[in-house]
């Protein structure tokens, strides 16, 4: 049985003052979370610390929206996985659909990051997910195998087993619209269809994969239904605790 896993991606929104009483807002909403569901949160680099301190010993945990592959060393502007560990992340988005196409990250560099954040014990998120002109051409398949073997590459079995991944349709990030529930769950049945061949039928059971793309109260119930889904990498309703509580009660609405 997979535990449920829902991650609010707070993007690039907020001050320190607004990130603390959004981070307070949650963790008093989810003082008595759903059993069955786990919760985290990723706030921008500059608000980790604060969020932190927020969240602790609350039953939200604390992520981040991406790392750097490497330990340490001349990275002008980049942040390592030891750094956000040292301030209790143990979640790490890598390759979400905004960094490959805004900053042009290739399947190369995240794989890379894969590796980093694994070797440094923590859980990475791997985004995969397809443009509205590569669904329109029938290419929602190829893209997002092409964007998991990629990513897996040179990922043992064993570690593949502690990997989350996230299907993002570019098409319906901050849009919106959002995949059908129907539409969703064929995917994350291919995903996990790959998983086996990448890994074993037994890890690729025990793999979670979340759906990203205008989660919201309104469609989170009906997604939730689909046996494939296994929770949701949630962004603009993450910004609200009470919207975001809702999300993570899904079970209640």
């Known amino acids: ?8 991606n707070w993007k690039m929104h907020g001050t320190l003052a607004e990130a603390r009483a959004l981070a307070a807002g949650i963790r008093n909403g989810l003082k008595q979370p759903p059993h069955h569901v786990e919760t985290a949160v990723c706030p921008p680099f500059t608000a980790l610390a604060a969020v932190g301190e927020i969240l602790a010993r609350s039953p939200v945990g604390l ?7 490497e330990a340490a060393g ?4 980049e942040i390592s996985p030891t750094m956000l560990l040292d301030l209790g992340v143990r979640t790490i988005l890598l390759g979400h659909s905004e960094r490959r196409h805004e900053l042009g990250e290739t399947d190369e ?3 890379r990051k894969v590796h980093a954040v694994l070797g440094h014990g923590a859980t990475p998120v791997l985004c995969v997910g397809e443009t509205e002109d590569e669904r329109r051409q029938g290419l929602t398949f190829t893209t997002i195998e092409g ?3 990629a990513g897996l590459a040179g990922v043992t079995a064993e570690e593949i087993a502690r990997v989350v991944l996230a299907y993002e349709p570019v098409w319906a990030i901050g849009t919106g619209v959002n995949a059908t529930p129907a539409q969703a769950a064929e995917v994350h049945g291919y995903l996990r269809g790959l998983a086996s061949e990448l890994a074993s039928p037994e890890i690729a059971q025990g793999l979670r994969i979340l759906y990203g793309g205008s989660v919201k109260p309104e469609n989170v119930g009906a997604l939730a239904k689909q046996p494939e889904i296994d929770g949701a990498l949630v962004g603009g309703a993450s910004l609200k605790s009470e919207t975001f509580s809702r999300v993570v009660r899904f079970k209640e609405i």
Not at 63 to 69: P, R, S, Y
Request: aromatic share 0%; with cysteine; proline share 4%.
């Open 63 to 69: 992520g981040a929206q991406n790392c750097h592959h």
């Open 147 to 149: 964007q998991l073997r």
């Open 74 to 77: 001349a990275h002008t502007g």
């Open 1 to 8: 049985m997979r535990t449920p896993l829902v991650i609010g």
């Open 109 to 111: 560099l995240i794989n």
